[in-house]
């Protein structure tokens, strides 16, 4: 099955500067991206994703970048604010798979 | 915005006993799905279920785990005879109309196995 590895597994940046967190998987046949954000007591929340089709996507602060040579995706937060601190995590599937295989995730803390 | 609701937040249980967690999906998705989480670990998958039936099951899902959705609004997860090591966060999620729709996650519900 698919392998997803993420790193860091911590990070720590100064509010404003940006935090970017790198995850490779190991099947070729992914073709779903998605990055979710886990804050303290809650459930992963969906922030952004990209599809195998596109090799970036942004939404204001937030963005994802997809290489499938190299099979690696990136998220990337510009501008950081303190409300960014939460664990992420990336995930791959494949069309026709139902699981989601998730990273190990990264705690990002803002230093304000 | 439409969520996933999931009951309770936090069930204690002694060894050897059933517990049953339960999540109300999103009303129109079609595709259910409960993934747990040890403390520090990464989420892992359970179970999918779709048009009434498990779709795909993890080595982790064994003949102790089953999931029902009795009544069209409730998906349920059992655990017949938990143990120790099923300590952990449980949560549900569902996703829409398609493969690879984007999954939506309950808030979870911690089981603690004593």
């Known amino acids: 099955g698919e392998n997803v590895e993420q790193h860091p597994s911590t990070l720590s940046v100064q509010e404003g500067d940006s935090a970017v967190i790198k995850c490779t998987y190991s099947d070729s046949a992914s073709n779903y991206f998605p990055w979710y954000k886990q804050e303290l007591g809650k459930g992963p929340q969906l922030i952004i994703d990209i599809r195998s089709n596109v090799g970036e996507k942004k939404d204001q602060r937030i963005a994802v970048t997809l290489n499938k040579t190299a099979k690696h995706f990136s998220l990337h937060i510009t501008e950081t604010q303190p409300e960014d601190s939460a664990v992420y995590f990336c995930a791959a599937t494949s069309y026709g798979e139902d699981q989601f295989y998730f990273g190990t995730g990264t705690s990002l803390t803002v230093i304000p | 915005e439409p969520e996933v609701t999931q009951t309770p937040s936090h069930q204690v249980t002694q060894m050897g006993q059933e517990v049953i967690l339960r999540c109300v999906p999103i009303?129109?998705?079609?595709?259910f799905y409960w993934y747990r989480q040890i403390l520090g670990q990464k989420v892992e998958f359970l179970v999918s279920f779709y048009n009434n039936e498990i779709s795909e099951k993890s080595e982790i899902f064994d003949d102790q785990f089953s999931v029902e959705r009795p009544d069209g609004s409730n998906f349920t997860l059992k655990i017949r005879s938990t143990k120790l090591e099923d300590s952990a966060m449980y949560f549900c999620?569902?996703?829409?109309?398609?493969?690879?729709?984007?999954?939506?996650f309950g808030n979870g519900t911690r089981l603690t196995v004593t």
């Open positions: 999620a569902s996703g829409g109309t398609g493969y690879n729709s984007p999954l939506h």
């Open positions: 009303s129109n998705h079609l595709y």
